[in-house]
Nanobody
């Protein structure tokens, strides 16, 4: 079965850093990415990476602070988060998409809390 397992969340002070990891199993994917959801808000796209070429995209609010990367040998995607802000506080979800499809597979989420 397809599984996406996130890790690396936690509590950090504003200005600090965290690195999230998402290990995929069961198959490989065309794209993998990260979404986040704060209480009472819609889930929003954060970043994504095209697996083969390594091309990455970011939502404007995290550009210059977050970096997505992947390790093909480990079938794992990472999200390096620097200069964290309280507004980054959310549950972060790993997601994956097959070729020609929308993001379909989701991890359980990992909590990121940034204190001021």
């Amino acid at each position: 079965q397809v599984q996406l397992v996130e890790s690396g969340g936690g509590l950090v002070q504003a200005g600090g850093s965290l690195r999230l990891s998402c290990a995929a199993s069961g198959r490989t994917f065309s794209r993998m990415g990260w979404f986040r959801q704060a209480p009472g808000q819609e889930r929003e796209y954060v970043s994504g990476i095209w697996w083969s070429a390594g091309f990455a995209s970011y939502t404007d609010s995290v550009k210059g602070r977050f970096t997505i990367s992947r390790d093909s040998a480990k079938n794992t995607v990472y999200l390096q988060m620097n200069s964290l802000k309280p507004d980054d506080t959310a549950v972060y979800y790993c997601a994956a998409a097959a070729r020609g499809a929308d993001y379909q597979y989701w991890g359980q989420g990992t909590q990121v809390t940034v204190s001021s």
